[in-house]
């Protein structure tokens, strides 16, 4: 009865190295998020997926990749980190419609040096 | 450029009192949800309230939504120190699927 859980929790990399944020979710749920929050912005949707296979953009995709091949799987990859990607990661997970309720995570904190 | 604005940024009240949050968006809306982050967590979803809708009761919350004034109130009553967090409205706007989140008030309540 895990719920969303995201590996690690706090990592620190360093410029030009490429970092993946992991996120499981146990409910099946179909639509997954990534959001990232910084100070003075909130929380801004990097991608989404509605399935398995099917993945968009959000408001900042820029420098991220996402892939979806199970359901339960929504890894986050910084291809070639930059200082600017230095931010707290939340997965969300939706079981319908993306409008409704969504379920977070406990976060991931990432300092890029 | 977010869709949502909340006001105050920052709240301080003692224990027992009333705590209201607003929440103002710029383009119609679907629905409006409210969350509750506490520090170093995730989000929580508090309460939904969908745009035919005016007032929901949750518990000590209490929603209001004004969709001619673009607005929505978070009301919480008999505080608790329990309650500190940080508060956010979600929107879901008329035109897409996702939803798009306010920059957060950020509530201490002091015992």
């Known amino acids: 009865d895990a719920g969303i859980t995201q590996s690690p929790r706090y990592k620190i990399t360093e410029t030009g190295r490429q970092v993946t944020l992991m996120c499981h979710q146990t409910w099946s749920h179909s639509y997954m998020f990534w959001y990232r929050q910084d100070l003075g912005h909130g929380l801004r949707l990097i991608y989404y997926s509605a399935a398995a296979d099917i993945t968009d953009k959000g408001e900042v995709p820029d420098g991220y990749v996402v892939s979806r091949s199970k359901t339960e799987n929504f890894p986050l990859t910084l291809e070639s980190a930059t200082r600017s990607q230095t931010s707290v990661y939340f997965c969300?997970?939706?079981?319908?419609?993306?409008?409704?309720?969504?379920?977070f995570g406990p976060g991931t904190r990432l300092l890029v040096l | 450029s977010q869709q949502g604005e909340e006001d105050p940024q920052a709240l301080s009240i003692q224990e027992g009192e009333n705590a209201t949050m607003n929440c103002s968006y710029k383009?119609?809306?679907?629905?409006l949800q409210w969350y509750r982050q506490n520090s170093g967590r995730g989000l929580v979803h508090l309460i939904l309230i969908r745009s035919n809708e005016r007032e929901k009761h949750s518990g000590r919350l209490r929603v209001t939504l004004d969709t001619s004034k673009k607005s929505s109130s978070l009301l919480i009553t008999a505080s608790r120190a329990a309650d500190t967090a940080s508060y956010f409205c979600?929107?879901?706007?008329?035109?897409?699927?996702?939803?798009?989140f306010g920059g957060g008030t950020r509530l201490m309540v002091k015992p």
């Open positions: 979600a929107m879901r706007l008329n035109a897409g699927n996702m939803l798009t």
């Open positions: 969300a997970s939706s079981p319908s419609l993306p409008r409704e309720t969504q379920y």
């Open positions: 383009t119609s809306i679907n629905n």
